[in-house]
């Protein structure tokens, strides 16, 4: 899917868009990623359907937004967008990526959701030498690369900001329990990193949860009651997030022991999901809708006002990557390749992010403000400062 984006005001501008995005076969500039010179082509890699499409559609519309602020064009060139379905799986992601590379031919990718695909397109974008500005998975298992960046985070690094934390608050031993698969694995890992040396001490074993299998959490929930715990540490997302969140309350666990979490538990959708069972849980993110910045006055309102919803962290990521490219194409000037555009990335320096301020790190991924949620009146609101991470 492609189209060309010609602003009018901010709700005409993204409407356009996504009218625009959804019309194939259109021909602007050269169609060359190696060098253009006209309209420049940036790929979406964004799942469209399936599990994961929730989060492929804040992330669009961040980037979209982001364009729309700005006359649709990224470093003075007018874009071109090309969406591609990601899908749920790692093979549907890779022929995504390389439709986007080999075919469309585009200057730079934005997206992915699944650590599963960034692990199995990465040495498409390096040998392709397309940058790849990844703007959600971020495995800890991707290393060494030069043309692969995230506006994100590292999956560990959450509960990495909030491991001090909880060990100080929780007056004693922490259940600790996650989705079986490699982002849950990282979470925990991350968690105790920090959790551990500040003298927590953990509940009884780790538990991981059959993904996607687990729908009922009652024997689990048993354990955590049984253990003798004063605060659980979990990680879900998605569809589990709020099977978990609901059961935990029904439980009767909610009030009696306390919940934290990675700030995806009660992120976007399933919050409203969750209703008055998220009450009171605390989480650590990278951005909260609430923050008083000026970057994110000038991003959340209009968020709002074009998609009737709060912005969520993985639109945020979005909008900050279109943000990068926008940087990144003005300073390589005249010559725009990906090749040139990548090199620039590396020079953007401080990103003026609705997060607060933040720049890439040696491996490609933020040095950037954490921060303490609690979910409070149906909705995340900053709760504390969790210090900064990535450098």
Same mark, same amino acid.
């Given at each position: 899917?492609?189209?060309?984006?010609?602003?009018?005001?901010?709700?005409?501008?993204?409407?356009?868009?996504?009218?625009?995005?959804?019309?194939?076969?259109?021909?602007?500039?050269?169609?060359?990623?190696?060098?253009?010179?006209?309209?420049?082509?940036?790929?979406?890699?964004?799942?469209?359907?399936?599990?994961?499409?929730?989060?492929?559609?804040?992330?669009?519309?961040?980037?979209?937004?982001?364009?729309?602020?700005?006359?649709?064009?990224?470093?003075?060139?007018?874009?071109?967008?090309?969406?591609?379905?990601?899908?749920?799986?790692?093979?549907?992601?890779?022929?995504?990526?390389?439709?986007?590379?080999?075919?469309?031919?585009?200057?730079?990718?934005?997206?992915?959701?699944?650590?599963?695909?960034?692990?199995?397109?990465?040495?498409?974008?390096?040998?392709?030498?397309?940058?790849?500005?990844?703007?959600?998975?971020?495995?800890?298992?991707?290393?060494?690369?030069?043309?692969?960046?995230?506006?994100?985070?590292?999956?560990?690094?959450?509960?990495?900001?909030?491991?001090?934390?909880?060990?100080?608050?929780?007056?004693?031993?922490?259940?600790?329990?996650?989705?079986?698969?490699?982002?849950?694995?990282?979470?925990?890992?991350?968690?105790?990193?920090?959790?551990?040396?500040?003298?927590?001490?953990?509940?009884?074993?780790?538990?991981?949860?059959?993904?996607?299998?687990?729908?009922?959490?009652?024997?689990?929930?048993?354990?955590?009651?049984?253990?003798?715990?004063?605060?659980?540490?979990?990680?879900?997302?998605?569809?589990?997030?709020?099977?978990?969140?609901?059961?935990?309350?029904?439980?009767?666990?909610?009030?009696?022991?306390?919940? %934290? @979490?990675?700030?995806?538990?009660?992120?976007?959708? $399933? =919050?409203?999901?969750?209703?008055? /069972? #998220?009450? !009171?849980?605390? +989480?650590?993110?990278?951005?909260?809708?609430?923050?008083?910045?000026?970057?994110?006055?000038?991003?959340?309102?209009?968020?709002?006002?074009?998609?009737?919803?709060?912005?969520?962290? %993985? @639109?945020?990521?979005?909008?900050?990557?279109?943000? $990068? =490219?926008?940087?990144?194409?003005? /300073? #390589?000037? !005249?010559?725009? +390749?990906?090749?040139?555009?990548?090199?620039?990335?590396?020079?953007?320096?401080?990103?003026?992010?609705?997060?607060?301020?933040?720049?890439?790190?040696?491996?490609?991924?933020?040095?950037?403000?954490?921060?303490?949620?609690?979910?409070?009146?149906?909705?995340?609101?900053?709760?504390?400062?969790?210090?900064?991470?990535?450098?």
């Amino acid at each position: 899917m492609a189209g060309r984006f010609r602003p009018v005001g901010l709700i005409t501008a993204v409407t356009g868009l996504l009218l625009a995005t959804a019309c194939g076969g259109a021909s602007l500039g050269n169609g060359d990623g190696s060098k253009q010179s006209g309209p420049v082509k940036i790929g979406l890699l964004v799942p469209q359907s399936g599990t994961y499409k929730a989060l492929g559609d804040d992330m669009k519309q961040g980037f979209e937004l982001y364009l729309a602020q700005h006359g649709g064009r990224l470093g003075g060139r007018e874009v071109q967008i090309v969406v591609a379905d990601e899908g749920e799986t790692a093979d549907s992601g890779k022929a995504a990526a390389e439709k986007l590379v080999k075919q469309d031919r585009v200057l730079a990718v934005s997206g992915v959701v699944s650590s599963a695909t960034i692990n199995g397109v990465k040495d498409l974008f390096e040998t392709s030498k397309v940058p790849l500005v990844g703007s959600n998975a971020s495995p800890t298992t991707l290393t060494g690369t030069k043309y692969v960046w995230r506006t994100s985070y590292v999956n560990d690094e959450p509960g990495e900001a909030l491991g001090k934390h909880v060990a100080e608050k929780a007056g004693g031993p922490v259940f600790l329990i996650a989705a079986g698969y490699q982002a849950g694995k990282d979470e925990i890992e991350g968690f105790k990193s920090t959790f551990l040396p500040a003298g927590g001490k953990i509940a009884g074993e780790e538990v991981y949860t059959p993904f996607p299998a687990t729908k009922n959490f009652q024997p689990y929930l048993a354990q955590i009651e049984n253990s003798g715990a004063k605060a659980v540490f979990c990680f879900y997302a998605g569809g589990a997030a709020v099977d978990f969140v609901k059961q935990y309350r029904d439980f009767g666990l909610a009030g009696k022991i306390p919940l %934290y @979490a990675p700030g995806f538990l009660t992120e976007g959708g $399933v =919050l409203k999901g969750q209703g008055e /069972a #998220a009450t !009171g849980i605390l +989480t650590a993110l990278n951005y909260s809708a609430d923050l008083d910045n000026a970057a994110n006055k000038q991003f959340a309102p209009a968020y709002r006002t074009a998609y009737g919803a709060d912005p969520t962290t %993985y @639109a945020m990521a979005s909008w900050d990557a279109a943000q $990068v =490219l926008d940087k990144a194409i003005k /300073a #390589a000037g !005249g010559t725009v +390749t990906p090749e040139t555009v990548n090199s620039a990335i590396a020079t953007v320096g401080d990103i003026d992010s609705p997060r607060g301020t933040w720049r890439f790190n040696s491996g490609g991924t933020p040095v950037q403000p954490w921060y303490l949620r609690e979910v409070r009146q149906g909705a995340n609101t900053v709760a504390g400062d969790l210090g900064r991470l990535g450098g």
